[in-house]
């Protein structure tokens, strides 16, 4: 089946660095890739639409300046957090769905727990 | 409006018993996909089954089904069974037309007691 991977699965910063995760689709290329935050014991909140070679395109609320996106290949979007803060803290997923999947379904990457102290 | 809603924050379940997460959906759009995925304490989110707008017929992938009642703008998940291991929090989504949006509920959180 389809696999997208993220990485890192857990990382801890100190206020002020930057932080970047990395969604890879391993055995199809994704021209669009999803970002998600999830708040805990929340739904998904959706951050962003990442879009191969182009800029992507952020949800109301979302500040594209704080969340950088690059999709820089088929099978590779990364999320930078600049500058993180402690409400930065959260739980980060990556999707995307295959083209010609019969259902369209999305596959999600393991998730990345983002804690800044 | 919201186009998912999951009114059942939290279910328990006897283990080998069947139960039923609701999920009711809003859209104008004549062509939608459903979906639920289970999303377990390790925060990953596993695809367990769809449902199309267009589908005569209830999905079915093993132990769940999805009980589509179109007119009522329904899409209930049915997990027949219940193992320990589908103690988990579970979403129902939603992807209108040709969209690659999707829409979440937000999430029925289902503990299944040995």
């Known amino acids: 089946g389809a696999v997208v991977s993220q990485h890192p699965s857990w990382v801890i910063c100190k206020s002020g660095t930057s932080v970047k995760i990395e969604c890879r689709s391993l055995?199809?290329?994704?021209?669009?890739m999803f970002w998600y935050r999830q708040f805990p014991k929340q739904s998904l909140m959706l951050m962003a639409t990442?879009?191969?070679?182009?800029?992507?395109?952020?949800e109301q609320g979302v500040e594209k300046d704080k969340f950088l996106i690059n999709h820089a290949s088929l099978t590779l979007s990364t999320l930078t957090v600049t500058s993180a803060h402690p409400e930065d803290s959260s739980f980060y997923i990556c999707?995307?769905?295959?083209?010609?999947?019969?259902?369209?379904?999305?596959?999600f990457g393991e998730g990345s727990r983002l804690t800044v102290l | 409006a919201q186009k998912i809603t999951q009114t059942q924050p939290g279910m328990f379940v006897q283990e080998k018993e069947a139960v039923t997460l609701d999920c009711t959906y809003d859209t104008s759009d004549p062509s939608y996909g459903l979906f639920w995925y289970k999303q377990p304490s390790s925060g990953e989110m596993i695809f367990l089954i769809y449902q199309g707008s267009y589908d005569q017929q209830n999905a079915t992938e093993g132990r769940y089904s999805l009980n589509f009642q179109k007119a009522r703008k329904s899409a209930n998940l049915v997990i027949s069974a219940s193992q320990l291991g589908d103690s988990a929090m579970y979403f129902c989504?939603?992807?209108?037309?040709?969209?690659?949006?999707?829409?979440f509920g937000s999430g029925t959180k289902l503990n299944v007691k040995p």
């Open positions: 990442s879009n191969e070679g182009s800029k992507a395109t952020y």
């Open positions: 989504a939603m992807r209108e037309g040709l969209e690659d949006k999707f829409y």
């Open positions: 999707s995307a769905s295959r083209a010609r999947s019969v259902t369209g379904e999305l596959f």
């Open positions: 055995d199809f290329q994704a021209t669009t």
